[in-house]
């Protein structure tokens, strides 16, 4: 399992357009790959689980990827946060 924490930097925190984005980019993978928030969780291949944890400009989130191809969905996952979140 690995795992990292980003602060989102859009000013408008998750919104529509990057969190489909990132459902894409997270479908890619076998791993499973969870995005957390103050206690919530969300399925990060699932639009309307990243989009309940209404993350906002500022706020931290953890991602947890674990599976078969893990270390190449956690390079992925992270270089997709870093640009478009």
Do not use: C, W
């Amino acid at each position: 399992m690995k795992e990292f924490r980003y602060v989102i930097q859009d000013k408008e925190g998750i919104h529509a357009r990057p969190a489909g984005l990132l459902v894409l980019e997270a479908q890619k993978h076998a791993s499973e790959i969870t995005i957390s928030k103050t206690g919530k969780k969300g399925n990060a291949k699932k639009l309307f689980s990243v989009m309940s944890l209404a993350a906002k400009k500022g706020e931290e989130v953890t991602v947890t990827v674990e599976g078969s191809d893990e270390e190449q969905a956690f390079k992925s996952i992270q270089s997709f946060f870093k640009t478009n979140l």
